[in-house]
C-alpha cells in the first residue's frame, strides 16, 4: 500500500525502515474502534456542511462494509500497510472512490490514533470490570462454603491468632473492590475524545467536537489540542490500577501455592488448573497459581515501558509514542488471562477444614484470648500477658494445647483460672467474640460478603 503521507517524499522507504516504522501488527486490533471512530467523523463533517449528506452515507455504508466483511473474513487486513488507519482509508478509497479521500478532513493520525486507543481501553475497561466481578462472586462463594472453617491468621508467616478462611477471602474481596473503584475512576479519563485535535493545533474547519465525542458515547472533547495528542498519561493510570490488580492477585496466588503444599494442606486445586512432573510420579504442582505470580513481573514492566516513553518527550506527538500500544495491551491481555484463572480455580479448589483446625491448634494462636480472659479476672494486661506465655511453654513441655492442658496445670500458674478457661480459648469461641466491624466472627463476615454480594450487584 502506498503511504499517507506521500507528497513531500515519494513515499517510498528501505524495507528496514519499513520494518521499525509500521505498526500494523499491533494496532490491527484496533479495526473496530478505527472504523466506529470514522463514521462519527464522516457524520459530524455532513452535519457542520464540510462534506454533504450522500457523501457522508457513502463513507459510512462503505466502512460498515468494511468492518462485516473484516470480522465475516471475507476482508484480511494487509500486512504491508503501514498501520491499521492507512489500511481502512486506502480500503474504502478503492471501494467507493473519491468520498473516501474526504474523510480525513479535519482530522490527523495524531488525534485518530489517539482516540482509537482511548475507544478501545475503554471496551476493556468495561471487561475488565466484569472479570472482576466474576472473581467477586467466586470469592464470595467460596467464602459462604468455608464458613466452618478457622484456620491460623498469620503475621510475618507465623501463626498469630485464629479466623475463618472466608474472612482471609474476604480480606482479597476487598482489595479486588477497590481495583475495580479504580477501574471505574481511570475509565473517566480515558473517555475524552481527542479527535478535532487533529496533527496538534486543531483545524480551520467549522467542526464540532462536542457533538462528536457524543457519538461515540464520550464525556466531551479534550480541552487542549496538544495536550490531546501528546499525551498518553491515560494509559499509564491505567497499566498502574493493571499492576495494582496483579499485585493481588499475584499475593492471593501465593497463598494459594503455600496452602495447597503437603506442609499446610488447606486447600486442593481441582487437577485441571495443576500438573504434574515429568520425573516425579506424586507430583500435583499449582503451576497456574505460579504463572499468576511470576506474569506480575511482565505487567510492572509494561508500565516502566509506558513512563519511560513519555519521561523525556517534548510536546506534541512523538513517533515514540507508537511503543504505547504494544505495553498496555499486553498488560490487559495479562490481568484479563489472570482474573479467568484465578476464577475458575477459587470456584474449583476445596477446602480441608479439618487440616486447618489441626494447624490453629497446633499454633496457640489463642494465647491472646487466654490473656484477655486472665485481664478480665483482674490481672493487669502485661501481667496477663506474661502468665499466658507460661502456660504456652507448658503445653509445648508436656505436648498438648491449650485446650487439653489439666485444670491444675493452669491453677498452678495462676491460682484465679477456672473451668470457664477451656470456653475462653476454644478456637471457635476465639473466632465467634471478634464482633467488631470488619472482624472474623461469622455474624460479621456474613456481613462482609453480603458487601461484596451487594457491590456486584
Request: hydrophobic share 40%; aromatic share 6%.
Amino acid at each position: 500500500m502506498s503511504k499517507l503521507w506521500a507528497g513531500r517524499t515519494d513515499g517510498e522507504t528501505a524495507a528496514l525502515a519499513d520494518e521499525i516504522n509500521n505498526s500494523i501488527g499491533v494496532d490491527c486490533r484496533l479495526q473496530r474502534q478505527d472504523i466506529e471512530g470514522s463514521m462519527a467523523h464522516a457524520r459530524m463533517l455532513a452535519r457542520q456542511g464540510i462534506i454533504t449528506e450522500a457523501e457522508a452515507a457513502q463513507i459510512t455504508d462503505g466502512l460498515a462494509g468494511i468492518l462485516g466483511d473484516l470480522e465475516s473474513g471475507a476482508l484480511s487486513i494487509d500486512m504491508s500497510a503501514e498501520d491499521i488507519h492507512t489500511f481502512v482509508e486506502q480500503t474504502l478509497t478503492a471501494r467507493i472512490g473519491d468520498a473516501g479521500k474526504k474523510l480525513h478532513t479535519a482530522r490527523s493520525r495524531n488525534d485518530q490514533v489517539a482516540l482509537d486507543l482511548r475507544l478501545y481501553l475503554r471496551g476493556e475497561i468495561d471487561e475488565l470490570q466484569a472479570l472482576i466481578r466474576a472473581l467477586l462472586e467466586a470469592l464470595a462463594d467460596a467464602a459462604e462454603r468455608g464458613m466452618d472453617a478457622v484456620m491460623p491468621g498469620y503475621t510475618h508467616l507465623q501463626r498469630a491468632q485464629p479466623i475463618l478462611f472466608s474472612h482471609q477471602l474476604m480480606a482479597y474481596a476487598s482489595m479486588l473492590m477497590r481495583d475495580s473503584d479504580r477501574l471505574a475512576d481511570c475509565r473517566q479519563r480515558v473517555n475524552i475524545s481527542p479527535i478535532g485535535s487533529c496533527a496538534l493545533a486543531g483545524t480551520t474547519y467549522d467542526t464540532d467536537r462536542f457533538y462528536e465525542a457524543e457519538l461515540l458515547g464520550m464525556d466531551g472533547p479534550c480541552a487542549n489540542s496538544i495536550d490531546g495528542v501528546s499525551d498518553r498519561d491515560f494509559c499509564v493510570e491505567l497499566a498502574s490500577v493493571l499492576s495494582i490488580i496483579q499485585m493481588h492477585l499475584s499475593r492471593m496466588a501465593e497463598e494459594m501455592v503455600l496452602w495447597s503444599s503437603w506442609e499446610f494442606g488447606f486447600i486442593r486445586f481441582s487437577d485441571d488448573f495443576t500438573t504434574g512432573s515429568s520425573i516425579m510420579p506424586q507430583k500435583k504442582n499449582p503451576d497456574m497459581a505460579e504463572l499468576i505470580r511470576g506474569k506480575t513481573g511482565r505487567v510492572y514492566g509494561d508500565l516502566t515501558t509506558l513512563l519511560t516513553m513519555l519521561k523525556g518527550l517534548p510536546l506534541a506527538y512523538n513517533k515514540d509514542m507508537q511503543e504505547d500500544k504494544e505495553a498496555i495491551f499486553d498488560a490487559a491481555d495479562t490481568v484479563k488471562l489472570c482474573l479467568r484463572v484465578a476464577e475458575a480455580m477459587i470456584s474449583s479448589m476445596t477446602v480441608n477444614s479439618d487440616r486447618m483446625m489441626q494447624a490453629a491448634q497446633q499454633g496457640f494462636i489463642n494465647a491472646t484470648d487466654l490473656a484477655d480472659y486472665l485481664t478480665g479476672r483482674g490481672i493487669p494486661f502485661r501481667d496477663a500477658y506474661r502468665l499466658s506465655g507460661q502456660l504456652v511453654n507448658k503445653c509445648v513441655e508436656q505436648g498438648c494445647v491449650l485446650e487439653t492442658l489439666p485444670l491444675s496445670e493452669y491453677r498452678a500458674v495462676c491460682p484465679l483460672i477456672g473451668e470457664d478457661v477451656y470456653d475462653a480459648v476454644d478456637l471457635k469461641n476465639c473466632v465467634a467474640r471478634r464482633r467488631s466491624y470488619g472482624g472474623t466472627s461469622p455474624d460479621s463476615v456474613q456481613k462482609q460478603i453480603g458487601l461484596v454480594r451487594e457491590y456486584i450487584g
